[in-house]
């Protein structure tokens, strides 16, 4: 039983192309967040969701844009791909959104542009 | 903004050997500390965390951290490595419930059989 799940795990796609990324959670928590990972394996959130209403909004351009369904889903759409976005994206989730809880994450869609 | 520093990048060491991996954050309030591991082809997973308490947490597979304040320090310690050890571990810090965990560069650990 997969706790929190991504679909692709691989991506590969053309430069100026649009794309989604789809996360879900089983585990009933309130709060899903995105992660990027870059080639040096640095990880930076973008989004957070709590309840489907978004909370933290890096600086992430705007191409990138956060869709919420419902609370076990948080899915990730990118338009107008750069060779920049090429990177690993971790979906996670958290029980609230405290401080205090344990994020626990996905196994990552490693996203390739060409 | 907080910061999290790891100072190690790359470490290398034989099996049954002590590991402490270095791990330094800047923020001048309370904050939350966490270590995630990272092993090939995996997802992360959380070791351990602190948030209050006895100082010194214990985690699985033998891990344990020490927070010290006076030093803005969350270090990782294992007494005795084993191969399966080898990962990328992230040390992370979470101040407030909307900011999100700030995580460090992470450090590769290799451990030679």
């Known amino acids: 039983d997969t706790a929190v799940s991504q679909t692709p795990k691989y991506l590969v796609t053309q430069m100026g192309n649009d794309k989604s990324i789809k996360c879900e959670q089983n585990l009933g928590h309130d709060t899903m967040y995105w992660y990027k990972q870059d080639s040096k394996k640095f990880l930076k959130i973008m989004f957070s969701?709590?309840?489907?209403?978004?909370?933290i909004n890096e600086t992430v351009p705007n191409r990138f844009s956060p869709k919420s369904p419902d609370k076990a889903h948080l899915n990730l759409h990118i338009n107008s791909l750069e060779l920049g976005d090429s990177a690993v994206y971790f979906c996670a989730s958290s029980l609230q959104g405290k401080s205090t809880d344990t994020q626990y994450f996905g196994p990552g869609t490693r996203l390739t542009v060409l | 903004a907080q910061s999290v520093s790891q100072h190690n990048h790359h470490v290398i060491l034989s099996e049954a050997a002590s590991l402490e991996l270095g791990c330094n954050y800047s923020?001048?309030?309370?904050?939350?500390l966490f270590w995630y591991v990272q092993y090939p082809g995996q997802h992360l997973q959380l070791l351990l965390k602190y948030f209050s308490g006895d100082p010194l947490v214990k985690g699985i597979k033998g891990f344990e951290a020490e927070f010290i304040k006076s030093k803005f320090s969350f270090n990782l310690r294992k007494p005795s490595v084993q191969w399966s050890d080898t990962a990328e571990y992230f040390c992370a810090v979470n101040a407030g419930s909307a900011d999100g965990l700030t995580f460090g560069k992470g450090t590769h650990l290799i451990i030679q059989p």
């Open positions: 969701y709590n309840n489907k209403e978004l909370i």
């Open positions: 923020y001048g309030g309370t904050v939350n």
